[in-house]
């Protein structure tokens, strides 16, 4: 119990922020990394850190199932993105942080379903075995897979963001 | 001559390689600048992705709730369990409705009422425990004790629970800190698993005059708002804790073992504080890295949000290139 309670506090806000970037949903995304933990503690995983990845994916993909079942799915989108502001902070920030939070996002969206779960589950922090076990790549392909994510991911988004300059390279 | 493939690159700054093919990269890199220039622009590309995944966080600060909150959830069946949303949707709807309550109740008695306002919802969510006291261990500092973190809750955990009602101890002066914490954050850091032991102090490092404490790694992660830097794969030593000013995130030193059996220590602070500690004369064959770009901290004050600029930078006795080069790989974990 004591290395799960320890992962707990350690990969708690690492969960959330995992889920959240695939259901953009904030509460929720608490409501299930809680799930994660308790489904953690009832099972004993003999790997628990890439147990809990592996199911806050597929919880994140069930979600997304519903949601879409429910057409709710477009609606988060458009309406739920962001409740990154604080509560203080003044108009202008708050819309900047919103756009580029949009641009992000958007960025994200483009990638491959593939590239997507390898680049978030490194930025959560798994080692390489662990993502290649998660996703089902071999090791020596995460690297890769990780490169063009990035290259992806930074293409994207200067497209979203400099889409002037991105037109003339 | 072969060049250094790109995802081998990435696999090399993601430390995700053996000793020996770090070796070898090392070896090639030193006599082949297409491929440090390869490497410095796979660098930036991988902190460029760093940052703006940074962005995708539902909220600056995620807090667990409490451990005890979730053992109780476990024989409940998931589906029963209301959702955060719905419970604070609950207790919004509570609070108007006690609000428009109490208004029509001290309009018919037709005096002068002071009515509470509803609770706000921040307050009625559970507050973290304190899973493990905070000892302090020592410090170097003439001050009295610098204002802790902003956050309420990272006050209740930055204090003994039997010193609540004390004033603050003198604290005496000293040289060295000793080791509280010789775990891996994830168990994962020490090759093999091999257990930490025989290490010798962790020294404060020199530069510093404020008040620094050596706090557990969950612990630190609480007070640090929920990341602190780490350099995959090597075990930690400890955590050192300096409180920033009221609303900034603490300056924070994780020490770690590089393979090599010197001690590397992540800083990360405001840009200013690391950029002053870079500046002050090192001991010799100490270096450091290039300070890398780390999440800002936004500090509300007076109506008015300001950000500032944090760093993270590595010391070591190491080549400063290879410590900018672990500073890369250094992430807020």
């Given amino acids: 119990m004591d290395d799960l309670e320890r992962l707990y506090k350690t990969h708690y806000s690492a969960v959330v922020r995992f889920l959240y970037r695939k259901i953009w949903d904030a509460d929720r995304a608490e409501d299930l990394a809680q799930e994660v933990f308790i489904r953690a503690m009832a099972h004993q995983p003999e790997k628990p850190r890439a147990w809990i990845f592996a199911v806050a994916a597929n919880l994140a993909r069930d979600e997304a199932r519903a949601a879409i079942r429910r057409k709710k799915h477009l609606t988060l989108l458009k309406d739920d993105p962001v409740p990154l502001t604080t509560p203080d902070a003044s108009a202008e920030d708050s819309v900047e942080r919103d756009e580029r939070l949009a641009q992000v996002q958007g960025a994200l969206s483009t990638l491959s379903q593939r590239d997507q779960e390898v680049l978030l589950l490194w930025d959560a922090g798994l080692s390489y075995p662990e993502i290649a076990a998660q996703t089902g790549l071999a090791v020596g392909a995460v690297g890769t897979t990780l490169a063009r994510a990035r290259k992806r991911l930074i293409e994207a988004y200067d497209r979203k963001e400099y889409p002037a300059h991105a037109a003339r390279s | ?333």
């Avoid at chain 2, 490497?39 to 807090?63: E, F, K, Y």
């Avoid at chain 2, 032991?197 to 005059?209: I, M, R, S």
């Avoid at chain 2, 500690?277 to 007076?302: K, M, V």
């Fill in chain 2, 1 to 333: 001559m072969r060049h250094v493939p790109e995802e081998e690159l990435h696999a090399y700054l993601d430390q995700a390689l053996s000793r020996s093919q770090c070796v070898e990269i090392e070896t090639h890199l030193a006599r082949c600048g297409h491929c440090r220039a390869v490497r410095d622009d796979t660098a930036a590309l991988r902190d460029r992705t760093t940052a703006l995944l940074a962005t995708l966080t539902p909220r600056p600060l995620i807090l667990p709730p409490p451990m005890a909150e979730l053992m109780s959830r476990r024989p409940v069946s998931v589906g029963s369990r209301l959702s955060v949303r719905t419970r604070r949707l609950g207790l919004l709807a509570a609070g108007v409705l006690g609000a428009v309550g109490a208004g029509w109740l001290a309009r018919s008695v037709s005096l002068p009422i002071d009515v509470d306002p509803p609770v706000p919802m921040a307050t009625a969510l559970p507050a973290t425990p304190l899973s493990t006291p905070i000892t302090t261990v020592e410090t170097i500092a003439e001050a009295p004790p610098p204002p802790p973190v902003s956050q309420p809750r990272r006050l209740e955990l930055a204090r003994k629970p039997a010193e609540d009602s004390a004033p603050p101890e003198a604290i005496a002066p000293a040289p060295e800190l000793t080791l509280v914490s010789a775990v891996a954050p994830d168990g994962e850091g020490s090759p093999g698993g091999a257990s930490v032991t025989a290490l010798p102090p962790v020294a404060a490092p020199a530069g510093f005059d404020r008040l620094w404490r050596s706090v557990e790694w969950e612990d630190a992660l609480v007070l640090a708002g929920g990341s602190l830097p780490f350099i995959n794969g090597l075990p930690v030593l400890g955590v050192l804790l300096q409180p920033g000013q009221p609303g900034e995130r603490p300056v924070v030193i994780v020490s770690q073992q590089h393979p090599s059996g010197e001690i590397l220590r992540s800083i990360e602070g405001p840009v200013e504080k690391i950029t002053e500690f870079l500046q002050r004369p090192a001991e010799p064959g100490l270096n450091a890295s290039e300070p890398a770009r780390t999440t800002p901290d936004y500090i509300e004050s007076r109506g008015v949000t300001r950000r500032v600029l944090r760093a993270l930078a590595v010391t070591g006795r190491l080549r400063a290139d290879s410590l900018t080069a672990l500073a890369r790989a250094a992430a807020l974990r």
